[in-house]
């Protein structure tokens, strides 16, 4: 489903073959934006991935780098695919532009390593829970645009959780998260089943760091790896802030967060320890 609908990872794979076809010809920046007529700015978007690349551009980029015919067309393909608009492109209105490119990315992913310190995942989200959690910024978006937010998340959650070949997920939550009461009591305890539920799912794998843990090297907070299936696309581990995100994709950075994560695997209570002290939790609300 989301292999052919989002252009997120085709974005990210085209700005990587042009980088690596730019350096094999050694070539600067400057001077294919020279040759290209645009300003430097516009390929180092391009090869960041954080702009798509007009068709006509990149046919300019490859005459360039002399890149064979059939290695063209299949580069050309790549760059009209990149361009095209994802489902949530209807309603980008509600959803920030640091998000968008998230929601491309997630629905190509195969596998999910996500931790969480504060709240339950979004896509794990009840639709009572996730109301709470944006009724909770500090500047309230009037209520036809939260329940658009709220239409877009549940649209997230189906299409990723529901689809024919689900990825494999692998969340680890802090206990406040199972603990910290959000909505009030029935919204949590909706939560909390669903979380149970999830939990005895194939797919989807829950620990809980407990509090008796102590002090744990992803004090800082959240982070998502995300990995997908072909060897050309790389993983990337996404760390969402305030009013925006970054996406990390160095492998030093990678390895870093790949053993940051298997230390709170590590240390986190087995599947169905987690799911007694969500019971726990759940008999306490």
Known sequence: ???QQSPSVRRRRLAAELQRLRKEAGLTRDQVAEHAG????TITRIESATSAATVALVAMMLD????TTERRDALMQLARDARKRGWWYKV????PEWVQ???GLEEEATIFQEYQSEFVPGLLQTAGYARA???SAP????DEEMERRLSIRMKRQERVL???DPPTMWFILNEAVIRRPVGGAETMRDQLQRLTRLSETNHVTIQILPFATGVHPAMDGGFTILSFPKPSDPDTVYVEYWQGSVYLEDPSELEAYALLFNHLRARALGPDQTRDLIAQALRET
């Open 64 to 67: 360039l780098y002399q890149v």
């Open 101 to 103: 490119s998230y929601v």
């Open 92 to 95: 980008s209105e509600a959803i």
């Open 38 to 41: 645009c300003a430097p700015v």
């Open 1 to 3: 489903m989301g292999a």
């Open 139 to 142: 500047v309230l978006p009037p």
């Open 162 to 164: 529901e689809r024919p």
């Open 133 to 135: 959690v944006m009724r």
